[in-house]
C-alpha cells in the first residue's frame, strides 16, 4: 500500500495536467461562441446605420426638390441666391450623413472591442487554468517520484 501512494500522487499530477488541458481547451472554444453574437450584432447595428442613412439622403433629396419646385413656382430664377441656399443645404445635409455613418462605425468599432475583450477574459482564464494545473501537477509528479526515489532508492 505504501507504494501506491507516491503511484496515486503521480497519476493525479497526470490527470491535473490534463484537466488543465481541458479547461483551456473549452475556455477557447467558449471565447469563440462569445465572438459570434459580437460579429452578428456588428454586422445588424452597421446595417441600420446604412439604412438611416439611405432614409436621410431620400429625405434629403425630396426637401431639395421641394425647394427647387417652389423657387421655379415663385418665379424665383435657378442662379443667384437660391442656388446658393440650395447648395448649402445640401452640403448640410451630407454633412450629417457623414456623420451618422461615422458615428455607426465608431459604434460597431465599440461593440466590437468589447465583445472580443471579454472573449479574452475567457481565453485568459483558461490560459490561467492550464498554467494553474501545470504547476500543480508537476508538483505532484515531482513529489511522488521523489516520494518513490526515497522509499527505494531508485533514482
Same mark, same amino acid.
Given at each position: 500500500?505504501?507504494?501506491?501512494?507516491?503511484?496515486?500522487?503521480?497519476?493525479?499530477?497526470? $490527470?491535473?495536467? %490534463? *484537466?488543465?488541458?481541458?479547461? *483551456?481547451?473549452?475556455?477557447?472554444?467558449?471565447? *469563440? +461562441?462569445? +465572438?459570434?453574437? @459580437?460579429?452578428?450584432?456588428?454586422?445588424?447595428? /452597421?446595417?441600420? $446605420?446604412?439604412?438611416?442613412?439611405?432614409?436621410?439622403?431620400? @429625405?434629403?433629396?425630396?426637401? &431639395?426638390?421641394?425647394?427647387?419646385?417652389?423657387?421655379?413656382?415663385?418665379?424665383?430664377?435657378?442662379?443667384?441666391?437660391? #442656388?446658393?441656399?440650395?447648395?448649402? +443645404?445640401?452640403?448640410?445635409? !451630407?454633412? /450629417?450623413? +457623414?456623420? &451618422?455613418?461615422?458615428?455607426?462605425?465608431?459604434?460597431?468599432?465599440?461593440?466590437? #472591442?468589447?465583445? %472580443?475583450?471579454?472573449?479574452?477574459?475567457?481565453?485568459?482564464?483558461?490560459?490561467?487554468? &492550464?498554467?494553474?494545473?501545470?504547476?500543480?501537477?508537476?508538483?505532484?509528479?515531482?513529489?511522488?517520484?521523489?516520494?518513490? !526515489? @526515497?522509499? $527505494?532508492?531508485?533514482?
Amino acid at each position: 500500500m505504501a507504494a501506491a501512494v507516491p503511484a496515486i500522487s503521480v497519476i493525479s499530477g497526470v $490527470y491535473g495536467i %490534463y *484537466s488543465g488541458m481541458q479547461q *483551456s481547451k473549452e475556455a477557447g472554444k467558449a471565447a *469563440s +461562441e462569445q +465572438e459570434k453574437p @459580437t460579429r452578428q450584432q456588428a454586422a445588424l447595428t /452597421e446595417d441600420q $446605420y446604412r439604412e438611416q442613412a439611405s432614409r436621410d439622403r431620400k @429625405t434629403a433629396d425630396i426637401a &431639395l426638390a421641394e425647394n427647387r419646385a417652389r423657387a421655379a413656382a415663385s418665379g424665383t430664377e435657378a442662379n443667384g441666391s437660391m #442656388d446658393i441656399f440650395n447648395s448649402a +443645404e445640401k452640403d448640410r445635409f !451630407n454633412q /450629417e450623413i +457623414e456623420w &451618422l455613418l461615422k458615428a455607426g462605425k465608431s459604434n460597431v468599432a465599440l461593440g466590437i #472591442d468589447s465583445g %472580443y475583450a471579454a472573449a479574452d477574459v475567457t481565453r485568459s482564464q483558461g490560459k490561467a487554468a &492550464l498554467g494553474n494545473a501545470l504547476a500543480g501537477g508537476f508538483k505532484q509528479i515531482g513529489g511522488g517520484v521523489d516520494d518513490l !526515489n @526515497t522509499r $527505494y532508492n531508485w533514482w
